[in-house]
């Protein structure tokens, strides 16, 4: 089973809204990873945790927090989005840190009016 | 830095049709190469890899050869189908770190 699941697949929020999204595997894999993309772009990583501690942050505004409860459940919180923040954010996991493959969900649609 | 050069397209190609998709990254170490594809709406999905030098990585009919002299890992596919219609992306792994370095992405629609 090489299975990323995300939740909600889509969302709407105002820029005063606070939301969460959730991934979520069961692979037994110690990285994960959120990545933002824009339409006709490719991915663009934002943070990854290696064995559920922060390892990079891409220098994201800090209206975006990650949080990984356990090894197989990472979250990204939003507050006090912009407009220009509306993209798929897509989550990954790979089964160790450094230079392994990547598996991907099927994204959550983020829309901010 | 390390970077990855592919072809963006977009390209329209007809049922059949041989395919290729130029792919070429800068030579720091002997990074592992990857293809997604990405089919309207959805995330990313692994196509196929390769590790180290020589190496071929198949998966549907998809074939790309890690081509070490030419620093290159183009995908060709011998006969596409209208399925195939999606946007694929090269990748390499940037040595000594968790990230994957992405090309910009080629977006194919294949026509009956």
């Known amino acids: 089973d090489t299975e990323v699941t995300q939740t909600p697949k889509h969302l709407v929020m105002g820029m005063t809204n606070k939301k969460s999204l959730k991934c979520e595997q069961h692979?037994?894999?110690?990285?994960m990873y959120w990545y933002k993309q824009k339409a006709k772009k490719p991915p663009e990583l934002m943070f990854v945790?290696?064995?559920?501690?922060?390892?990079i942050n891409e220098s994201v505004p800090s209206r975006f927090s990650p949080e990984c409860p356990n090894s197989s459940l990472l979250n990204l919180h939003l507050h006090a989005l912009q407009p220009e923040d509306s993209a798929l954010y897509l989550c990954?996991?790979?089964?160790?840190?450094?230079?392994?493959?990547?598996?991907f969900g099927p994204g959550t649609r983020l829309t901010v009016l | 830095g390390d970077s990855v050069t592919q072809m963006e397209g977009p390209v329209t190609l007809s049922e059949e049709a041989f395919l290729t998709i130029n792919c070429t990254y800068t030579?720091?170490?002997?990074?592992?190469l990857f293809w997604y594809v990405q089919y309207p709406g959805e995330g990313l999905q692994l196509l196929l890899k390769?590790?180290?030098?020589?190496d071929k990585g198949s998966n549907k009919g998809f074939e790309a050869t890690y081509r070490k002299e030419t620093t290159s890992f183009h995908l060709e596919k011998g006969s596409v189908q209208v399925s195939d219609s999606a946007v694929y992306f090269c990748?390499?792994?940037?040595?000594?770190?968790?990230?994957?370095?992405f090309g910009k992405g080629m977006k194919l629609t294949v026509n009956p």
């Open positions: 990954a996991s790979s089964p160790r840190p450094f230079t392994d493959t990547q598996y």
């Open positions: 692979m037994g894999h110690r990285a």
């Open positions: 945790y290696s064995y559920e501690k922060l390892s």
């Open positions: 030579a720091t170490g002997y990074p592992s």
């Open positions: 390769a590790t180290k030098a020589d």
């Open positions: 990748a390499r792994a940037q040595g000594g770190s968790e990230k994957l370095v």
